[in-house]
T-cell receptor, first 114, second 108 residues
Framework: DSGVTQTPKHLITATGQRVTLRCSPR?????VYWYQQSLDQGLQFLIQ???????AKGNILERFSAQQFPDLHSELNLSSLELGDSALYFC?????????????FGPGTRLTVT | GQNIDQPTEMTATEGAIVQINCTYQ??????LFWYQQHAGEAPTFLSY????GLEEKGRFSSFLSRSKGYSYLLLKELQMKDSASYLC?????????FGAGTTVTVRA
């Protein structure tokens, strides 16, 4: 158990819908990262927040957005869902910003868009 | 962006040694990580290299050569539970980019 929690574990929804994935980092971790993992694309970095502020952006679609709240939990919002958005979405956290900080991954949310 | 290459699959026998190579091309390099991921589960941290050389951690060791853009993960005394995907990840400018992963199958 990494100490990172994600809800829900599974989510099934229809195309065109909007969903919100939630992540609580490990106690004391200020950085939160979101990743998407699909069978054909591997693990892709989406976005990082540090202490409430966006710090780095990866291959995140405009239909997706995220935020980190004052209590440090984070939410990833996915809208106008398409079949291709079906994937495992992981949240990870780390203590700080630096390159030597290990990231701890949550168990993931499996999103199925039908 | 980063170009990260690692073999797709490797098979080895229980008790043996396997070496997983990873080559990368990146600007702003500031660290290389190895993660283990069992199917359907979260990646778990194995090792981190930022300077050239070998880092040893029990049965797992990782090597880095920054000038060659090369790393390897060495798994010794293989056990059945080591069957998993091994992900090489390069950090640059706060972003961690992952390779596609190497699926290691350990046979009895």
């Amino acid at each position: 158990d990494s100490g990172v929690t994600q809800t829900p574990k599974h989510l099934i929804t229809a195309t065109g819908q909007r969903v919100t994935l939630r992540c609580s980092p490990r106690s004391g971790d200020l950085s939160v990262y979101w990743y998407q993992q699909s069978l054909d694309q591997g693990l892709q970095f989406l976005i990082q927040y540090y202490n409430g502020e966006e710090r780095a952006k990866g291959n995140i679609l405009e239909r997706f957005s995220a935020q980190q709240f004052p209590d440090l939990h984070s939410e990833l919002n996915l809208s106008s869902l398409e079949l291709g958005d079906s994937a495992l979405y992981f949240c990870a956290s780390s203590v700080g910003l630096g390159s030597d900080y290990e990231q701890y991954f949550g168990p993931g949310t499996r999103l199925t868009v039908t | 962006g980063q170009n990260i290459d690692q073999p797709t699959e490797m098979t080895a026998t229980e008790g043996a040694i396997v070496q997983i190579n990873c080559t990368y091309q990146t600007s702003g390099f500031n660290g290389l990580f190895w993660y283990q991921q069992h199917a359907g589960e979260a990646p778990t941290f194995l090792s981190y290299n930022v300077l050239d050389g070998l880092e040893e951690k029990g049965r797992f060791s990782s090597f880095l050569s920054r000038s060659k853009g090369y790393s390897y993960l060495l798994l010794k005394e293989l056990q059945m539970k080591d069957s998993a995907s091994y992900l090489c990840a390069v950090r640059a400018d706060y972003k961690l980019s992952f390779g596609a992963g190497t699926t290691v199958t350990v046979r009895a």
